[in-house]
Nanobody, 124 residues
């Protein structure tokens, strides 16, 4: 069992930055890849980024590549999503999730554990 708690959401202006945190706890967290997804009102959940907890390898959706950075602090069991050059279309509830499977893990169906989500709103 893995528990995930997101934090760091809020209101930010277009072009601004925001850092989200995902605190992980439970058994064998290092066995899982940790991903970030987002869901805007009326839209399907969308993959954002993933990091291999074991190797540190990363993979990004094309829509955020070059603007978002996923990282981990193994000592704190925390994964971060640093978001820069934010756009109104980045507005969504952001979820972190833990999963296992073939790399890169970009399908939501590969994730077994999910956090409760944190709202990010980018004002124009």
């Amino acid at each position: 069992q893995v528990q995930l708690v997101e934090s760091g959401g809020g209101l930010v202006q277009t072009g601004g930055s925001q850092r989200l945190s995902c605190a992980a706890s439970g058994r064998a967290v290092s066995w899982y890849d940790i991903g970030w997804f987002r869901q805007a009102p009326g839209k399907e959940r969308e993959f954002v980024a993933v990091i291999s907890y074991a190797t540190g390898s990363t993979y990004y959706a094309d829509s955020v590549k070059g603007r978002f950075t996923i990282s981990r602090d193994s000592a704190k069991n925390t994964v971060y999503l640093q978001m820069t050059s934010l756009k109104p279309e980045d507005t969504a509830v952001y979820y972190c999730a833990a999963g296992q499977g073939p790399w890169p893990l970009y399908r939501a169906t590969n994730y077994d554990y999910w956090g409760q989500g944190t709202q990010v709103t980018v004002s124009s």
